[in-house]
């Protein structure tokens, strides 16, 4: 692959990434002021805390990568895209996660 096509990816990703977090973003806190809400409000609800519980959906993704990896041939649920932007939008909230906490 040229640098061309990998930059054009790659922008691709990133682009997705930053749609899905904006959208995503306003369903999981609902209104509410504090971005990680829904991290907070889950963990209480599980008994774990905020950044075990994001890194739980952050391993869904994984896992789902790992599915398409190991099994190709079988239509995924989501994307490679979906999940790769989803990855990356995890690695950030995990961060903002860790920071909060």
């Known amino acids: 692959m040229n640098l061309s096509?990998?930059?054009?990816?790659r922008k691709t990703v990133l682009d997705h990434a930053k749609k899905v977090e904006d959208k995503k973003r306003e369903s999981y806190t609902a209104g509410d002021a504090?971005?990680?809400r829904n991290f907070l409000s889950d963990a209480e609800?599980?008994?774990?805390?905020?950044?075990?519980?994001?890194?739980?959906?952050?391993?869904?993704?994984?896992?789902?990568i790992s599915s398409f990896?190991?099994?190709p041939?079988?239509?995924?649920?989501?994307?490679l895209?979906?999940?790769?932007?989803?990855?990356?939008?995890?690695?950030?909230?995990?961060?903002?996660?860790a920071e909060d906490s």
């Open 5 to 9: 096509r990998y930059l054009e990816i």
């Open 34 to 36: 504090n971005v990680l």
């Open 45 to 64: 609800f599980v008994g774990t805390n905020q950044l075990q519980n994001c890194f739980t959906h952050c391993m869904k993704q994984v896992r789902g």
């Open 69 to 71: 990896v190991q099994h």
């Open 73 to 79: 041939e079988v239509e995924p649920s989501e994307s």
């Open 81 to 97: 895209l979906s999940r790769a932007a989803d990855l990356i939008n995890y690695a950030v909230l995990m961060v903002a996660n």
